[in-house]
């Protein structure tokens, strides 16, 4: 009897060690690790987390999902032959994943090869006589000037143009060819080492802003010392943040699975879908100093950047022709335009930039510097060593730009009675709209697929 009461005794000790072990270990696998901050207000806005989580899933993001592929948003000029203006570039990657498609000659829609920017050119002229009055002056004095005095002029408008853009104009010359982009969807390509963290090194260490108290190696600021910044470096900060933490949950969504397991006799391209090791590697606590989740949550500031930027531009784009000579298509585009702004225009918690570049010459110096540091980022993409990394990289920092212009270039700006503070016509090109709208498509899959991995870690 006694020895039996030694047991009994031994194995009660046994089961209560391993119960203080269990919950003395520290758990490297809840649930909700990688979402913990994504509750709440979110930074610099007034509105939820869980509100544009609603929203964008149930509004926007099916909305997005038939609008990106018709034919004017699919197809994107853009040159990816560039060099690197930063540096030596011998990292070019050879994995076949990295390869970008483009387009035969025959593919790309008649209407989107001419130039068809004129057509947009004067249609907010508010006073139709004055409008005609200076059309027929202007016709005077072309028939007067020389061809290459008039060559100048447009070169000297381009100029100023260009003056209030965020972003380096790359569509232009020989190089410049179109793009399916349903062709070549953003997803992981193999694409990492040296090169690509050289890439997010140089955007946060060199053209991000940076707390002016403390110094640090480490490229990604502790959301912690974001306090010790003004509102507009922070925004700034959280944006590019933002757009990174978008592009890591595009990367871990879209996989290459057929390399785990072996060659796919399905599709040949290889099968692709969610990773969560990957998503986990990119966001958990646990590998990312504590910061991933707050990575997260600067997703959605950046969101509602270019959600607000839409809202602004609204006039504008109900007014775009969406013209690629296929005539019901082209209706179709509008019509769905038109719904998209709707829904967007009905959303009551928008960003306020009003908030940002108040008055003084100091805050114009500011939103100088703000405007050359993200073009700055967007001549980086240049030095992205694989091709279909190169072309997203360039899509989306060009779509982010574009917002940053509606929202802090004055041309987009209203009074109370909705008259336009600047006469200066506002005016965007088709490949800032596409850029602008293909960004916005890429943060609101981003958000959509968020629930995807949140039911897979449960």
């Not at 990295?98 to 790309?108: I, N, S």
Request: hydrophobic share 35%.
């Amino acid at each position: 009897m006694q020895c039996l009461n030694v047991i009994k005794l031994l194995l009660c000790t046994a089961i209560l060690n391993q119960c203080f072990a269990f919950f003395n270990e520290p758990q490297k696998n809840e649930p909700d690790e990688c979402f913990c901050q994504l509750q709440g207000k979110i930074d610099e806005c007034s509105c939820n987390i869980d509100t544009v989580d609603s929203f964008n899933n149930v509004k926007i993001y099916p909305r997005l999902q038939s609008l990106l592929v018709k034919d004017y948003f699919r197809f994107f000029k853009v040159n990816l032959k560039r060099p690197c203006p930063f540096w030596v570039d011998d990292s070019h990657c050879a994995m076949r994943f990295c390869h970008v498609e483009y387009c035969e000659e025959t593919a790309v829609p008649a209407g989107l090869k001419g130039n068809n920017e004129a057509s947009n050119h004067n249609k907010y002229i508010d006073n139709a006589e004055e409008d005609c009055h200076e059309h027929h002056n202007l016709g005077y004095l072309n028939k007067t000037l020389s061809e290459k005095a008039q060559h100048d002029m447009e070169m000297w408008a381009a100029h100023d143009d260009a003056q209030e853009n965020f972003c380096v104009e790359d569509d232009q010359g020989e190089d410049a060819e179109y793009v399916d982009l349903l062709l070549n969807p953003e997803r992981f390509t193999g694409y990492a080492g040296d090169s690509a963290h050289r890439i997010w090194r140089t955007i946060y260490l060199e053209n991000c802003f940076r707390p002016k108290k403390s110094f640090s190696f480490n490229p990604y600021i502790q959301t912690a010392m974001l306090n010790n910044m003004c509102l507009e470096e922070r925004a700034f900060y959280r944006a590019v943040s933002g757009l990174h933490a978008s592009i890591n949950i595009h990367l871990s969504a879209n996989y290459l699975l057929s390399n785990k397991n072996g060659i796919s006799l399905k599709n040949p391209k290889g099968e692709w879908g969610l990773n969560l090791e990957e998503f986990r590697k990119r966001f958990s606590p646990e590998f990312t100093n504590g910061e991933g989740p707050n990575w997260l949550r600067n997703l959605y500031f950046v969101y509602l950047i270019e959600l607000r930027a839409i809202a602004k531009a609204a006039p504008y784009l109900e007014r775009e022709n969406y013209y690629t000579g296929n005539d019901s298509e082209d209706y179709d585009t509008k019509m769905a335009i038109k719904d998209f702004l709707s829904v967007i225009q009905k959303f009551s918690d928008h960003f306020d930039e009003t908030s940002m570049f108040k008055g003084t010459k100091e805050a114009e110096k500011l939103k100088y510097e703000f405007r050359q540091h993200f073009r700055n980022i967007t001549r980086i993409m240049d030095c992205v060593g694989c091709d279909k990394c190169r072309l997203w990289g360039k899509l989306q920092t060009q779509g982010l730009g574009t917002a940053l212009k509606i929202l802090f270039s004055g041309q987009f700006d209203y009074d109370v009675a909705g008259n336009l503070v600047n006469k200066k016509e506002m005016q965007l090109s088709r490949k800032e709209i596409v850029s602008l709208l293909n960004a916005i498509g890429r943060l609101s899959t981003s958000i959509y697929k968020l629930d995807d991995f949140r039911q897979m870690l449960r």
